[in-house]
């Protein structure tokens, strides 16, 4: 056995046996940020604080959901809402939260995208990140079914025959995840352990492999630049800090991140309380019904974007179904930003107001990312259809065109 | 070559135990999620349909789908292998969810048609898509005739002889 000194305090006991001095400073203390950034790298820390809101709301609602087609319905609007004290409050914090949450990702996926935070060694960091965006969008959509309204039973149904596209084996699929011919209890019930338990421990997973994917390529900065991370932090811990281009995490950078946090729970207790009715759909307040769908059905905002991409391609084209068009561009647009890094050919990490040829690409996608939007919510009918079909084809022509732009970029500007 | 040591040995042997243990369990995981036999076995249902109204829709439930069933009037025209005779007249038999992705369409009594309120698929009476997203008609569930009772979830001749001229589909 390894020989240990009587400690002198309660800290060097620890220490001794766990290395908690070094562990402390490899995590916070001598973990170095760059100084020369903004409010916009304060996302990270929101989504961490979000997630653990939702995880703790969350707990609170399991205690009286039930996961039973008979049940879920009453449990949610009765049990919770009416009966159980502050029931109201933690289902309002964990609607409000899954919606802005979302919200939060995309100003933090675009964060990256604009100051181009994915290329250059930073690939892993970017390929975490939209892993944790999959998994978010499957906690989000398995959640939805949990009060099981008419739109958590329509939305689980249109999802799920989505699968039903894929070749061959499709139809079979569709009953596999169901569990039935059609959306019943025996879906909700596995929906609900998706939910509840393995899609939280693999998202936890994964933003454990986020934050590990930062520590060798470190945070970018508000202007791209490169530099040694080791020399800067000589110099801070030489006492030199105004000459340091970083600052330690904690306390420094965390505390910076605290003040945009306050700021943030302000905005996100005011929607809780007084606006929650925005992430709590009326239609969603009928209970469930396998025989009468919904007039209109469309999804959360948050994935209005992809569903409008789904949905564009209402006709055939050369041979190929709407339907099949449809889930094509809906496959692709689902995937295509996990390679962003390896389609776009420039070497230069900039922000995109830099870079001569990517502002334009990157102002068009948000653009249109807005119109698919708008289009997403509205019945596809008429010139919508059309609207949507042309803000569809954008969207894959957009990224087609990305090397392409991006080579003729790094031309241009000779490989700075 | 490979490593020939015992250590190799055991390396490889607890490899190949595990990989069929492994698969083993992958095909119980997968069989957990099939359908209970309680669904499989829960699959018939029967309409008398002697007493409909002609061009007014009826809905039967079966396996948890809404199954429509159309009785024709004189006037409406019959579309070859989409429609079968009980008695003097024509029905649409026809699963009732849009092929798109399966919203239920709504019957418009007047224009004889179908209208998918979700993404604007149309059908006709006999359930051929003529307009919208909708990849092919509406499907057509197995039925067996029993004089003018329909049984839904057995294939019966007049079945066969539509599934016949729709291709084998």
Redesign the interface.
Known sequence: MAEFKKADSMLEWFDQRLGVVNFVKVMMTEYWIPKNINFLWAMGVLLTVLFTFLVVSGIFLLMYYKPDVNMAFDSVNYTIMQEVAYGWLFRHIHAVGASIVFLVIYIHMFTGIYYGSYKKGREMIWVSGMLLFVLFSAEGFSGYMLPWGQMSY?AA??IT??FGGIPFIGDELV???R????V?D?TLT?FFMLHVLLLPLAIIGAIVFHFYALRFPHVNNEEGEFFDFDEEAEKYLAGNKKGSKVVPFWPVFLSKDFFVLGFFMLFFFYLVFFHYNFAMDPVNFDKAD????P???YPEWYFLWSYEVL?G???EIAGI????L?LIAFAIANAIFFVLPWLDRSPMVKPANQRPYFKYWFWFLMVDLIVLTVYGKL???GAN?WVGFASSMTFLVLFAALPFITKAEAKKVGGK | MMDESRRGFIGKAFGAVAAVGGIASLIAM?KT????PS?MSAGFTTVDVSGLEANKLE?A?W????VFILKYTEDMKPTDGRNVKIGDHYFSVMIGLC??????PAYRADQHDFKC????GEFTDAGVHKF?????PLDIPPFKLDGVTLVLGEEGPEYKAMMAKAGGA
Do not use: M, Q
């Not at chain 2, 092929?99 to 239920?104: A, F, M, Q, R």
């Open positions: 329509w149904y249109v025959e989505i009953v596999w995840i569990g039935n011919f059609y019943s025996s596995r396998g025989l009468k769908t007039a209109h059905i949905r391609f209402f006709f179904s709407g339907k099949s449809g019945p596809p009918t259809a | 997968k999620w099939d359908p209970l669904v809905i439930v396996r948890g789908k809404p092929t798109h992705l399966g919203c239920i309120a979700c993404h604007g919208g997203p909708p990849p092919r």
